[in-house]
Each structure stands twice: as structure tokens, then as C-alpha cells.
């Protein structure tokens, strides 16, 4: 028996998942209806013009129109605020996209968030100006914001949504986005969407 600090394992076993019970099942098939605090929201999956905007009517969005290229999600961190338009494509192809305030979360909050996401598959995490909660994880038409980077909702709402093939359209569309700019993806625009916005129905 290996005991560090306050927590416990057994030598060369890992410790079980205490989000493990949120995988969805048959039975179970959107295990997010028992986390608290999710809000969901029936969502159209059609694309806009390249370089149109869309008036979301929730900030960030979990669905609705976007544009036809999808930010690359596998395991993407990036450290820049992104087009918003791209990042809801990702969240039709089974992503989770972790959005943080920047003026709100930093430090080792900022690097457990990195954690989750880093390397991951069907995981995206970014900073997003303006957001009225310090983080807000979105998966296709489901959303949780919540305080602080150690809430055991995070965990529990990835493990049930991630890649979910009951939650979201294009099962099996990949995350690798060649026509997408990693390292210098198009950037936030922080203004109103003007009158020539689309809806996101």
C-alpha cells in the first residue's frame, strides 16, 4: 500500500475514475441528464458562408450554424481566443470544448484544464473574452458552466459527452482538420455580430 499525502493506492494499480459511473450506456444513454447544472438545447447543424457570422444566443454557443471548417480537437490547447464558428463545428463532430474567462482563471487552475485536454482526443480548451463564468465546457447542444477548475462536474461531463453517439449528428467525423491553422487559427471577434449575421436556426 503506497499512501501519499491525502490520497491512497495500491502500488502499480491506477485509481478508479470517479467520473467512471457518467459513461454513457444503452440503458443510459445521455448520462449528463444527472449532473447538475447542464443545460441542453436542440440545435441545427448547417453551415454559413466561409467568414459569416452568426448571432449565438448563448455565449459560448453549443450548436447551431457554423462554418464549414472545424477547428482541429484532438487534444487541441490553444492559448488564443478562436473564431467562434469553428469551434461549434468541432462540438458536432463528438468534441468537448473547454472555455475559459482569461481574466478569471490562470495559474494552476489554468494548467488542471490543460490536463484534461492536452493530447486528448475529441478535446479542445481556449480562452474566450468576456465569458460570464471563469470556465464553461460545451459539447453539441449541451452546456455546463461551473466556478472553479477542480468541480467534479468537469470530469463527470466529459466522460458522459465526449464522443456520446446519442448526443450529437456526425459519429465518427474526424478531429484532424487539415484546411485549419493550428498554430495560427482565425481569431475571436469580440464585436456585436452586425445586421448581415445569420441566426443559429
Same mark, same amino acid.
Request: proline letters at 13%; glycine letters at 8%.
Given at each position: 500500500?503506497?499512501?501519499?499525502?491525502?490520497?491512497?493506492?495500491?502500488?502499480?494499480?491506477?485509481?478508479?475514475?470517479?467520473?467512471? @459511473?457518467?459513461? &454513457?450506456?444503452?440503458? @443510459?444513454?445521455?448520462?449528463?441528464?444527472?449532473? &447538475?447544472?447542464?443545460?441542453?438545447?436542440?440545435?441545427?447543424?448547417?453551415?454559413? #458562408? &466561409?467568414?459569416?457570422?452568426?448571432?449565438?444566443?448563448?455565449?459560448?454557443?453549443?450548436?447551431?450554424?457554423?462554418?464549414?471548417?472545424?477547428?482541429?480537437?484532438?487534444?487541441?490547447?490553444?492559448?488564443?481566443?478562436?473564431?467562434?464558428?469553428?469551434?461549434?463545428?468541432? #462540438?458536432?463532430?463528438?468534441?468537448?470544448?473547454?472555455?475559459?474567462?482569461?481574466?478569471?482563471?490562470?495559474?494552476?487552475? #489554468?494548467?488542471?484544464?490543460?490536463?484534461?485536454?492536452?493530447?486528448?482526443?475529441?478535446?479542445?480548451?481556449?480562452?474566450?473574452?468576456?465569458?460570464?463564468?471563469?470556465?464553461?465546457?460545451?459539447?453539441?447542444?449541451?452546456?455546463?458552466?461551473?466556478?472553479?477548475?477542480?468541480?467534479?462536474?468537469?470530469?463527470?461531463?466529459?466522460?458522459?459527452?465526449?464522443?456520446?453517439?446519442?448526443?450529437?449528428?456526425?459519429?465518427?467525423?474526424?478531429?484532424?482538420?487539415?484546411?485549419?491553422?493550428?498554430?495560427?487559427?482565425? &481569431?475571436?471577434?469580440?464585436?456585436?455580430?452586425?445586421?448581415?449575421?445569420?441566426?443559429?436556426?
Amino acid at each position: 500500500m503506497l499512501v501519499t499525502g491525502c490520497s491512497t493506492a495500491i502500488a502499480g494499480k491506477a485509481l478508479p475514475d470517479p467520473a467512471a @459511473d457518467f459513461a &454513457p450506456s444503452a440503458a @443510459d444513454r445521455d448520462p449528463s441528464k444527472r449532473i &447538475p447544472g447542464v443545460v441542453t438545447e436542440k440545435a441545427e447543424g448547417l453551415h454559413i #458562408l &466561409p467568414g459569416q457570422r452568426v448571432a449565438y444566443d448563448h455565449l459560448p454557443p453549443f450548436g447551431g450554424k457554423h462554418d464549414p471548417v472545424w477547428a482541429a480537437c484532438n487534444g487541441a490547447v490553444y492559448t488564443k481566443a478562436v473564431r467562434t464558428e469553428h469551434m461549434v463545428h468541432s #462540438l458536432e463532430h463528438g468534441a468537448v470544448w473547454i472555455a475559459y474567462n482569461p481574466d478569471q482563471v490562470s495559474g494552476d487552475a #489554468l494548467e488542471a484544464l490543460k490536463a484534461r485536454v492536452d493530447g486528448k482526443p475529441y478535446m479542445l480548451l481556449s480562452p474566450y473574452p468576456g465569458l460570464d463564468k471563469p470556465i464553461s465546457l460545451q459539447s453539441w447542444e449541451h452546456q455546463l458552466k461551473v466556478d472553479t477548475a477542480d468541480d467534479p462536474r468537469i470530469g463527470q461531463f466529459i466522460v458522459a459527452l465526449r464522443t456520446n453517439p446519442n448526443t450529437y449528428f456526425e459519429v465518427g467525423a474526424p478531429c484532424d482538420s487539415p484546411q485549419f491553422d493550428v498554430d495560427n487559427p482565425p &481569431p475571436f471577434d469580440p464585436s456585436p455580430p452586425g445586421a448581415d449575421a445569420v441566426p443559429p436556426k
